[in-house]
T-cell receptor, first 116, second 114 residues
């Protein structure tokens, strides 16, 4: 089956610093990747959609300058949380879809961000 | 945009009983409805999905029904077991060739008591 790997699984950082999370499709080309954020006991909220080689499309209310998304290749998308604050602490999950996969989405393991 | 409502938020059943979770969606253009099971701290796992050209789909103890006219779909789990305890999410999307974004419901925390 298709595998999506996310790294790091856990990260703790100080307030004001930036953190980068990577999402890789290991055995297929991911033409589209989605980034979600999940607060404790809540649902997955879509943050943005990224297509390889083009700018990400952000959902309403998501600050594009704070959550930088790069999808430079068909196997890698990155989410950078800039100037992180404690309220950014959350579980960030990526998902990917690719051509020839009948549109199914595959999720990464998720990254638990804690901002002190 | 699409909005997905899910009920109930919590559900407690006795082992062996059935569990039903219901979702409604707002965008009539949505045509793909997956259900995910998520254990604490882990990624969502697809358990079953249904496309808009089908009214019902079954996979062993799990079934999903879809009513396009009413814009609602339901997950049915029969003969529940303690290992079914988890949070379940419904989702909806418009599936083009390469897949559209998934919009999730609020989630249902299912507890199966032995």
């Amino acid at each position: 089956g298709a595998v999506v790997s996310q790294h790091p699984s856990r990260v703790i950082c100080k307030s004001g610093t930036s953190v980068k999370i990577e999402c890789r499709s290991l055995d297929f080309q991911a033409t589209t990747m989605f980034w979600y954020r999940q607060f404790p006991k809540q649902s997955l909220m879509l943050m943005a959609t990224s297509n390889e080689g083009s700018k990400a499309t952000y959902e309403q209310g998501v600050e594009k300058d704070k959550f930088l998304i790069n999808h430079a290749s068909l196997t890698l998308s990155t989410l950078t949380v800039t100037s992180a604050h404690p309220e950014d602490s959350s579980f960030y999950i990526c998902s990917a879809s690719g051509s020839g996969r009948a549109g199914e989405l595959f999720f990464g393991e998720g990254s638990r961000l804690t901002v002190l | 945009g699409e909005n997905v409502e899910q009920h109930p938020s919590t559900l407690s059943v006795q082992e062996g009983d059935s569990a039903v979770i219901k979702c409604t969606y707002s965008d009539s253009a949505s045509n793909y409805f997956p259900w995910y099971k998520q254990e604490l701290g882990k990624r969502p796992q697809l358990i079953i999905d249904i496309r808009s050209n089908v009214g019902e789909k079954k996979d062993q103890r799990i079934a999903v029904t879809l009513n396009k006219t009413a814009k609602h779909f339901s997950l049915h789990i029969t003969e529940t077991q303690p290992e079914d305890s988890a949070v379940y999410f419904c989702a909806a999307s418009m599936r083009e060739n390469q897949g559209g974004k998934l919009i999730f419901g609020q989630g249902t925390e299912l507890s199966v008591k032995p």
